[in-house]
């Protein structure tokens, strides 16, 4: 079975080198359906709370909300600093509290500081399903995901291959010591 949620993206980008409108910065509200699978957790009767799908993939995608998402070969992007170093912003500033972890991947690097991600292909409907897929995989047991913006929809299924054991209380991700970090059940010692 499977437990589904949303999440919308406000975010700014360009197709550097696209002959079109899109190699003008511009921007989007994107949604992005998260849909995770695994047996019906007894204890809370659902595959997966929802809201503890949102806390796990907001971690990381909050650095996509408000942010520019430029391709790494992209000019605009050395220009774009150089403008937030003479704001004196680059390296973050006291407002800016939305930013998540910083990360880096073979697709892409958040810049939290900055609100700027930095990808190595042209961030399209499908690039931005092959990051997320890569930043939650082994945090979520995600099945199908799907991103639209604008116009366009791309959608890609998974089987998932992590097993997250989860507190039969609360249905949420226990840590790395069998905890749950909601409740404080604890898995018993073997």
Known sequence: MRSITTFDLQYAHRFYGFQGEAQ?????????TIEVEDDVNCGVNMVYPCNEIKKVAWDVLRNFDHALILREDDPLRHAILDVYDKQGIRNGHPQ????????KTELATA?????????????????????????LKDKLPIAKLTFKSGDNTASECYKPDVSIERCPQCGVA???DGKCYKCGWEKPKS
Not at 96 to 103: E, W
């Open 24 to 32: 003008y910065l511009h921007g989007h509200t994107g949604t992005l």
């Open 96 to 103: 800016n509290t939305m930013k998540g972890v910083a990360f």
């Open 111 to 135: 810049y939290p500081d900055c609100r700027l991600v930095v990808t190595k292909e042209t961030m399209t409907v499908e690039g931005m399903i092959k990051i997320v897929h890569d930043l």
């Open 174 to 176: 226990l840590d790395k």
